[in-house]
């Protein structure tokens, strides 16, 4: 059974930073996309930022030049580095993986980690 598990979420001011971990585990064989997802509240869930097994990223608009996504493909890893936070980033932050499990891909979902952003 595949899991995806994150953590680092919290409570921070504004121009605060953190920095959000999601380790895969189970029967993974490759992972080609992982990447973020966040839902705040009221809103639909928004693609954050996403990176390829190569290391190829693509970032939501708002978050340019302030988040950095990065993945460790031994550990079956990815990070969100969060730096100047925002009050509008506050959301459920989830970790996203297209992943090979049993021989064939499926979109995997972590189950959430909340990031508040005070004013």
């Known amino acids: 059974q595949v899991q995806l598990v994150e953590s680092g979420g919290g409570l921070v001011q504004a121009g605060g930073s953190l920095r959000l971990s999601c380790a895969g585990s189970g029967s993974i064989f490759s992972i080609d996309v992982m990447g973020w997802y966040r839902q705040a509240l009221g809103k639909q869930r928004e693609r954050v930022a996403v990176?390829?097994?190569?290391?190829?990223?693509n970032y939501e608009d708002s978050v340019k030049g302030r988040f950095t996504i990065s993945r460790d493909n031994a550990k079956n890893t990815v990070y969100l580095q969060m730096n100047s936070l925002k009050p509008e980033d506050t959301a459920v932050y989830y970790c996203?993986?297209?992943?090979?499990?049993?021989?064939?891909?499926?979109?995997?979902w972590g189950q959430g980690t909340q990031v508040t952003v005070s004013s």
């Open positions: 990176i390829t097994y190569g290391g190829s990223t």
């Open positions: 996203y993986a297209h992943l090979n499990s049993y021989g064939y891909y499926e979109n995997y």
